[in-house]
């Protein structure tokens, strides 16, 4: 290692999952050992290894390396809701320093770690600290996944300039065709383009079935790596 990359996007279901898993592949390809971890993770089945989450199971089975779910996904609730609320009603209180020494077990095993945020941006994990903060402690360079739909520029704007407030380094975006009635979805691209100053990584048509050995080649990894 040791690198790595902190997947965050405009809002939950605009395409996370799927960019987190291409990039592990991509990043495969070239010979590395990748391995993924989401701090925390809201809607989830009952099990008998315990909670599982589709993102999860997704990020687990491309791993390079073999880890217990509970290292990969330290925080599991069960609803399909805000985490802070989630992690309340079962008593549980989010610690950023549970999240970062999983982080740093992954660390010791990968050559690059790709983790995958919850939700969009800015995410309550507890009564005073947001998944910002979780940022602050894991130093990790930010992707953003742009889910072109209508209303993409403002909230690609405002999750862009949120990550520079806080200090941190949003070092590519993505654009994620996620709305195959988009009309205009050229001139939004532009004109996302033309107000950030990093690269757009990877340009994801909408897909039927969306599938990785597709969307992995369609990274520009040389930007990133
Ligand atoms: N380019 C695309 N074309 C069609 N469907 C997509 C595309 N990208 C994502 N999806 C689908 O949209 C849903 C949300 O994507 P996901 O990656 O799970 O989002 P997130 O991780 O941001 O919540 C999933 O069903 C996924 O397969
Ligand atoms: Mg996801």
Redesign the pocket.
């Known amino acids: 290692m040791n690198k790595g990359y902190f997947?965050t996007?405009t809002?939950?279901?605009?395409?996370?999952?799927?960019?987190?898993?291409a990039l592990m592949r991509a990043i495969q390809e070239r010979g590395h050992i990748v391995n993924a971890m989401k701090p925390i993770s809201a809607g989830c089945t009952p099990s008998k290894e315990g909670l599982l989450n589709?993102?999860v199971i997704?990020l687990q089975s491309q791993s390079s390396t073999e880890m217990e779910t509970s290292i990969i996904n330290p925080y599991a609730f069960e609803p399909a809701i805000a985490p802070h609320i989630a992690a309340q009603e079962v008593g549980i209180e989010v610690k950023i320093s549970h999240i970062k020494s999983n982080f740093d077990r992954i660390v010791s095993n990968s050559d690059y770690v790709v983790v995958?945020g919850v939700?969009g941006w800015c995410v309550p994990i507890n009564k005073f600290q947001t998944t910002v903060d979780i940022l602050h402690q894991l130093h990790l360079p930010i992707i953003m996944?742009v889910?072109i739909k209508l209303g993409c520029i403002n909230h690609a704007m405002i999750t862009y300039q949120a990550i520079k407030a806080a200090r941190l380094k949003c070092i590519a975006w993505v654009a994620?065709?996620?709305d195959?009635n988009m009309q205009r979805a050229k001139q939004n691209y532009h004109a996302i383009h033309e107000r950030l100053d990093c690269p757009c990584i990877a340009t994801?048509?909408?897909?039927?079935?969306?599938k990785t050995e597709e969307?992995y080649r369609l990274i520009e990894l040389d930007q990133i790596i």
Request: net charge negative; no cysteine; hydrophobic share 35%.
């Open positions: 997947i996007g809002d939950t279901n605009i395409g996370k999952t799927e960019f987190a898993v589709d993102d997704r995958e939700g996944v889910g994620n065709i996620i195959p994801i048509p909408y897909m039927s079935t969306p969307i």
